[in-house]
Structure formats: structure tokens, C-alpha cells
């Protein structure tokens, strides 16, 4: 049991991950927060081998990763970078409150560009099987927000805000909009109730073909209310920037190798 008392925060400062987790079962981490630092790091919580699949536990002995929230910038005076916040390879974990958040704003700064430059791919990449999610946010990652690839998954409640500043030339994300989503599943079967995602765009040409986005058709039928919100008023009356739908699957033609 990894517990933090009063919300410890974790700063990895040698490039590592701030918590590995090894192919461990019945393992419980709570209570804590993980900070990006000024030295890159490809993951900041890694939960089971790299292999996919690794670690897999009895489903009556659990990981539980829970109360833990990641950020990216936000507090910090430097540039900050990690490649994911949180990498679950461990089967049967469960995920129980987790906050996931890119920093849309820093302290001391009014102006989004004045912010520390903030780094971040993914906030979280599930490659284990049958892991569950209860209340998941994420938010403002600079690629695909929630990366799903192990099978039998299942997420009850999540909730995601695109990149506002998707575009912007500070933002490093110029090719933003086409192949990007809030919560991208690769794996066949899956199950999720209340998959919400929506943006606040401030630039113009920003259009993303759906909040969540399926490799298989067959996926599509385990969604209940999926759903999208466009949040900036300038764009409402033509869509200059928008989610175009809530749903929706990854022509064949366009579909992207799994991103593990």
C-alpha cells in the first residue's frame, strides 16, 4: 500500500517515472499527486510491465490506483514534459478517481502564452485487459487524451476538454484537429456509460472529427450516452472549430498503428 497523507506530490527529476508499479496483484496506491519536472519523462505512473497485458492478477485480487491526480505545468517557472501521465499494463486493475490534467493555465500569468512550455502526448494509455475506470478526467493533452487498448474494458463516467490552444504557435501542436479525440479505443470489446468530451477552441480551424473515436464497429454498441459540447460561442453559427460528433470509428483507410 502506497498511501499519500494530505495529497503528497511526487516530482520525478531524473527522467524516470515517479511510481512503477511491478507485475505485482492486490498492490494500492491513493492519496497522491504526480507533478511533471523540468527533466522529460515518458510516463509519470507506470502500472505493470511494459509488455501488454503484463502482470495480469485474479479479478478478486486488484490493483486499485485511486484519489490520484497528474498535472502537467501549471505551478511550475520552468519548461515541463512528460510523454503520459498514467500507463496501465496491468490486467484486471481498477482506476477509481483519477484527474489527468495538461495545464490550460499558470499560476502568476494571465496570458496563456507567457506559460512555462508543458509537454504532454497522452494522459492516460490503458494496455491491460478488463481494467475499469470510475470517474475519469483528463484533460488538454496535446494528442489523443485516453489511448484504450486492452480488451474488455470499462469506463463508468469520464470527462475531457480538448486543447483550448490547439494550434496556437506556442502550443507545439500544428497538426492538431484530423486524427486527435478525447478517448480513442483500439481493443474490440469495450463498455463505457457517460463518455463526455468537449473543447474550448480558441483558434479558428480546429476541427476534430469526433470526442471518441473506435477502431472496430462492433465497439460502438458498448457506448450509453456518449456525448460532445463545443463550449466557445464564437464558433457555434459555422463551425470553424468544432468536435463534429460525439462517436464515431476510424476509416480503415486512416486508422493509426496502436499507440501502446
Not at 47 to 58: A, K, N, P, Q, Y
Not at 80 to 105: F, G, I, P, Q
Request: aromatic share 8%; glycine share 10%; charged share 20%.
Amino acid at each position: 500500500v502506497l498511501l499519500g497523507l494530505g495529497l503528497a506530490t511526487l516530482v520525478p527529476t531524473q527522467g524516470t517515472a515517479a511510481i512503477e508499479v511491478e507485475d505485482v496483484c492486490g498492490v494500492r496506491v491513493a492519496g497522491l499527486l504526480l507533478q511533471a519536472g523540468p527533466v522529460h519523462s515518458d510516463v509519470l505512473l507506470r502500472w505493470g510491465g511494459r509488455d501488454v497485458g503484463g502482470g495480469s492478477c485474479e479479478s478478486n485480487d486488484p490493483g486499485l490506483l485511486a484519489d490520484v491526480f497528474a498535472r502537467v505545468g501549471g505551478p511550475d517557472t520552468e519548461a515541463v514534459s512528460t510523454a503520459v501521465m498514467v500507463e496501465v499494463n496491468a490486467d484486471d486493475s481498477v482506476l477509481d478517481n483519477l484527474w489527468l490534467w495538461r495545464a490550460d493555465h499558470c499560476e502568476g500569468q494571465a496570458d496563456n502564452n507567457r506559460c512555462p512550455p508543458r509537454n504532454c502526448d497522452n494522459a492516460l494509455i490503458v494496455n491491460g485487459d478488463r481494467v475499469t475506470a470510475y470517474g475519469l478526467c483528463a484533460e488538454h493533452t496535446q494528442q489523443d487524451v485516453v489511448v484504450w487498448n486492452g480488451e474488455d474494458g470499462a469506463s463508468y463516467f469520464f470527462q475531457a476538454e480538448l486543447d483550448s490552444f490547439a494550434k496556437m504557435p506556442y502550443d507545439n501542436t500544428s497538426d492538431y484537429g484530423p486524427n486527435v479525440c478525447g478517448y480513442r479505443v483500439n481493443a474490440l470489446a469495450h463498455r463505457a456509460w457517460g463518455i463526455g468530451v468537449y473543447a474550448f477552441f480558441v483558434q479558428s480551424g480546429v476541427v476534430v472529427p469526433a470526442g471518441i473515436l473506435v477502431r472496430h464497429s462492433a465497439t460502438l454498441d458498448g457506448f450509453i450516452c456518449p456525448f460532445k459540447w463545443d463550449l466557445n460561442a464564437a464558433w457555434w453559427d459555422h463551425g470553424e472549430s468544432t468536435i463534429l460528433k460525439a462517436i464515431g470509428q476510424l476509416p480503415e483507410e486512416s486508422q493509426q498503428p496502436l499507440t501502446e
